[in-house]
């Protein structure tokens, strides 16, 4: 069967290899197709922390059940699954009081082993989600916005409040959507006017804000100097999580969902003042990729705008440069397989 792999930074190549063997405990799954993420763009431009080369890259997952045992899930021989992609041992102390998503020995596949970028996988039952009713582009966006969902629950968003979005990427739109989807006002932040305009547009937030030195007091004049009870980053770069408490309200939440390697430094009296609540959110639960299933089943989403780029697998290796430039219109690429 055909594989992709990240042989090195900047560097990927077609290979064959043979099908997976089915063992006791797990499932093989035909790859029908994989989302590109900001983990795969990071890992090829060689800036991903705990990464190893090579690597078969792809955690957002489309996929079909070609073997499996009979199990407690009801899952069967061609049933559509969704991949819960976060591989967690069941016994730390996070997975004991169920935050399973940060699992101390936690191994995402595409990251810390071998990812979906193939033909056939063999992957645990326990990380299958049924799909039946799901197409395969809808349970291919279904993990990134499980991620925008787990953060929204993290930040205990309540109906009626106002949001700041940083970052208009594929995660910042989903947590957006989301967001309004609860009963939020949304103001989406990012340098990007085209993607700003795309938010705007296409999703149908509330109001978009160019990122800059004015950007402070335009959330400001829309909150009559409220400021938003909720930030998220979605961005993970350095210095828009230092900033990012700028817009929040006194008494607010600062949720981090983008990954920054370096450290971060903050004004503690600027924090404090606000009695600021600074949390972090990785990665999502079985309760958020259910709540994701159960949106996308109503048509609530609009996935038609969010995937704007699919190509076959045989195609991926020259697009996949043109990927990392927003300019090129990128929400979310897919491949084929």
Request: aromatic share 6%; glycine share 10%.
């Amino acid at each position: 069967m055909k594989y992709i792999t990240c042989e090195k930074p900047g560097e990927f190549s077609i290979k064959d290899k043979n099908k997976p063997l089915n063992s006791k405990g797990n499932a093989i799954l035909k790859v029908n197709k994989v989302g590109i993420c900001g983990t795969d763009l990071h890992a090829y431009a060689g800036n991903q922390a705990f990464f190893t080369y090579p690597r078969i890259l792809g955690h957002e997952l489309a996929t079909t059940v070609i073997d499996i045992e009979e199990n407690d899930k009801g899952i069967k021989i061609g049933d559509n699954v969704v991949v819960m992609p976060y591989l967690s041992c069941g016994n730390c102390v996070a997975c004991r009081n169920g935050k399973t998503n940060c699992c101390t020995n936690i191994k995402v596949l595409g990251v810390h082993t071998d990812g979906g970028m193939q033909e056939h996988i063999s992957v645990p039952i326990d990380v299958l989600i049924p799909a039946q009713k799901l197409t395969d582009d809808q349970m291919v966006v279904v993990e990134p916005l499980a991620i925008g969902a787990h953060a929204i629950r993290r930040s205990e968003l309540q109906t009626g409040e106002t949001v700041v979005v940083i970052g208009c990427g594929p995660i910042g739109v989903g947590i957006m959507k989301l967001a309004q989807i609860a009963g939020a006002k949304v103001i989406a932040i990012d340098v990007n006017q085209q993607r700003l305009d795309y938010a705007k547009e296409k999703i149908g937030i509330d109001y978009a804000v160019l990122g800059g030195r004015e950007s402070v007091e335009k959330v400001s004049q829309i909150t009559d100097g409220d400021m938003a009870t909720v930030v998220f980053d979605a961005t993970g770069h350095k210095a828009a999580l230092e900033s990012g408490s700028d817009y929040m309200s006194h008494g607010g939440r600062y949720v981090l969902v983008g990954l920054s390697k370096g450290e971060l430094v903050f004004t503690h009296p600027a924090i404090h003042a606000k009695e600021t609540t600074i949390m972090c959110s990785r990665n999502a639960t079985l309760e958020d990729f259910e709540h994701v299933i159960s949106i996308l089943e109503k048509n609530l989403f609009p996935l038609d705008s969010f995937i704007t780029h699919t190509v076959d697998y045989t195609e991926m290796i020259p697009n996949f440069d043109s990927w990392l430039n927003p300019s090129n219109g990128v929400i979310k690429a897919t491949v084929n397989f």
